[in-house]
């Protein structure tokens, strides 16, 4: 397993762009997928969007997709998310997690979760 550190949340407003980042332990970074979930207050987690090791495929939530970015520095051993154009529905804790197996919607196939990084979008 690789150890997995959320940095970057934060309070922004609707409209406006935040990056989060999320660094990984160990030398096999590059042979995981990398994935991005949230969780809102009284809401399940949800699937937002994830990346193969290589950089390619990349899958994204319909709710997210034109507005936030997923990419990967291997070579830094950090995962990044680029939100733009954020809307208060955003806002939720966000975890970055990492699945040996391939990069899939669901959270059953990722064996590794940071703790969570904070994002509020005011209206």
């Known amino acids: 397993q690789v150890q997995l550190v959320e940095s970057g949340g934060g309070l922004v407003q609707a409209g406006g762009s935040l990056r989060v980042s999320c660094a990984a332990s160990?030398?096999?970074?590059?042979?995981?997928?990398m994935g991005w979930f949230r969780q809102a207050p009284g809401k399940e987690r949800e699937f937002v969007a994830t990346i193969s090791g290589k950089g390619s495929p990349i899958y994204y939530a319909d709710s997210v997709k034109g507005r936030f970015t997923i990419s990967r520095d291997n070579a830094k051993n950090t995962v990044y998310l680029q939100m733009n154009s954020l809307k208060p529905e955003d806002t939720a804790v966000y975890y970055c997690?990492?699945?040996?197996?391939?990069?899939?919607?669901?959270?059953?196939?990722?064996?590794?979760w940071g703790q969570g990084t904070q994002v509020t979008v005011s209206s």
């Open positions: 997690a990492a699945s040996n197996i391939g990069p899939y919607e669901s959270g059953n196939y990722y064996e590794s």
């Open positions: 160990g030398r096999t970074f590059s042979t995981y997928a």
